[in-house]
């Protein structure tokens, strides 16, 4: 009698499948180039480079979707001055306490509400939570091939110890369908500068270009993002500017 039961009960309420396991590669490049003359310091250079894989699964929720993304490997390989601030073996430690770290990531059709929250703190996962939020991008619904627009942002508000003020203006347009799936380009301009106490001021001035291949439903199958961020820094009036540029690269891909 009570097999028979169970067996009713299953029937009227089947278990959902299991959603299957998302595997993706992240590749993601950081070159910083400062100028210290004025410091006289001279000029310094150096890079960071982080490769890992990490695992995706998705539940489904009343209104979106919870990812929790694992860290399955992570290898860190900094150069230059990067490497004289994080020697090789801190870089191998970094990345070997970020082995089993995760994220838990909230999205509705497609679009991150809220930030990731990290089960550790660890500055090794920054790139993860790049790769996070081109997995969700928030591409507008109902697109198709041909189309494209732009959205601006605008910055005025105040931020610890001064206020900022600027945009960030991207474009983005529906290039082709592969797989079912759309293949988008973008880019965007952004200026903003940040005018903090004693007369400091940072202005920053970036470009970048990002491909994205969307899934019909769920994260993105892969993403490319290559950006150069140029920082001239005030630290008191009269005083000559610290300029820098970074030049960073991102690239996620779903694996088999």
Known sequence: MLIALLAVMAAQNPMAAPTPTLRYRVEARTTLDQDLTSLGKGKVTGSLT???????????????????????????????AMAAQLTPA??????????????????VRGTLRGVPQPSIQNPALAPIMQAISVMFPGIRSGIKVGDSWADTTRIDGDVQGGHQLGNIIASWSVAGVVDGGLVLGGTSVTKVTTSGQNG?????????????????????RSASIESVRDVSTVQQPGAAPIPSRTVASLKLTQLP
């Open 50 to 80: 982080t490769t890992a894989i990490i695992s995706v699964t998705l539940t489904d929720s009343a209104d979106g979707q919870v990812a929790r993304i694992t860290v399955d490997s992570m290898k860190l390989e900094p150069t230059g």
């Open 200 to 220: 400091q001021s940072l202005t920053v001035t970036g470009t970048s270009r990002e491909q994205l291949s969307m899934a019909v439903r769920g994260p993105s």
């Open 90 to 107: 801190a870089a191998a430690i970094a990345a070997d306490s970020a082995r089993g770290a995760w994220l838990h990531a909230y999205s």
